[in-house]
């Protein structure tokens, strides 16, 4: 039971440190090194802190403790829509190792108590004031100064069995509706809707394509330029207050502060035989102060997307 109240606990100040850092929103960051990294430290802190000695006794013990105080705050925080599980899940292998580090700070400091009464070593005031005060007085120094924005580009490619004038004539109908997923997605996994349909009002520069998308979600985009038969890149124009709030975590918004998709190049390339290798390269940028991590997210989510978005061409040109 005690040890129930240690991560119940510790998951409540979590929750009290994330809504005021949402409250703050403009002056204190989310996405931030304070939130991300220091914050869960003062999580697995006093959830060992809280413990009876004989509840963490090993580093073990005292390092794998805070990831339950860790899973319990995503599931209140997605639960209470404070944040959304897509986020959570990309964040939280992080999130759980820093409160394990947490975690082996307070059994050193018990440690270093030298085995003296167990309610001596409990997170004292001061030690609590530091928890609360130290990572909203560190957000605020830092707020969006960490940030760094960092362009990616990613490419997938298919080889379809038709020459390149039947995959540019799907490519480039004035309406397109989407094939049905075969499988479950990665994207689909981490609630990115559904595509469901494409329109576009003419192939010329300026041209403009919408994509559209369940639960409302759509993208707009212009023809920068085309080669007929082999190339096509489009300007993407993502609206993040157009996209609906249910839809996608705020923190990974389209278009929003972020992530942004800049630009989308289809390349048709003759094959032997008829076929086609059919190239989608997409180059958007990530803005975070992690971009080491949030590049790993991103290379995987968008292979995935590309990736459905090239099936269902060489689908559609194979039945045409």
């Known amino acids: 039971m005690k040890s129930l109240f240690a991560i119940v606990l510790a998951a409540v100040y979590g929750l009290i440190i994330r809504l005021l850092f949402g409250f703050a929103n403009g002056l204190m960051e989310i996405m931030s090194v304070t939130f991300i990294f220091l914050v869960p430290v003062g999580v697995g ?14 580093r073990t013990a005292a390092f794998f403790l805070p990831w339950l105080t860790s899973l319990f705050l995503l ?44 309610d001596s070593q409990q997170p004292t005031r001061l030690n609590l004031s530091l928890l609360v005060a130290g990572p909203l007085l560190l957000g605020f120094v830092e707020g969006e100064k960490a940030l760094v924005p960092k362009q990616l580009t990613i490419s997938r490619e298919v080889v379809v069995g038709a020459p390149p004038a039947a995959v540019w004539q799907q490519l480039t109908r004035r309406r397109t509706v989407a094939r049905p997923a075969g499988g479950r ?28 998308y369940e639960k409302g979600l759509y993208f707009e985009e212009t023809v920068a330029s085309y080669w007929p038969a082999r190339r096509l890149v489009l300007r993407v124009n993502a609206n993040p207050s157009a996209v609906p709030a249910a839809v996608m975590d705020e923190h990974i918004v389209i278009g929003g502060k972020h992530l942004n998709i800049l630009q989308d190049a289809y390349q048709l390339t003759p094959l032997a035989g008829g076929r086609t ?7 958007f940028y990530i803005n975070t102060p992690f971009n080491w991590y949030a590049e790993i997210w991103a290379h995987y989510l968008m292979a995935d997307i590309l990736d459905g978005e090239l099936a269902g061409l060489q689908a559609r040109t194979a039945a045409s």
């Open 45 to 58: 802190y006093l959830t060992v802190g809280l413990l009876a000695p004989g509840r963490a006794s090993t």
């Open 277 to 283: 290798r059919l190239r989608l390269a997409s180059r």
């Open 185 to 212: 997605s990665l994207a689909g996994l981490f609630g990115f809707p559904r595509h469901l349909t494409t329109t576009l009002d003419s192939c010329r520069v300026g041209g403009k394509r919408v994509a559209y």
């Open 75 to 118: 599931v209140v925080t997605v639960l209470l829509n404070v944040e959304g599980a897509a986020c959570w899940l990309m964040v939280f292998p992080i999130f759980a190792v820093f409160a394990g580090f947490g975690g082996l700070l307070a059994f050193a400091h018990r440690t270093r108590k030298n085995r003296k009464a167990a």
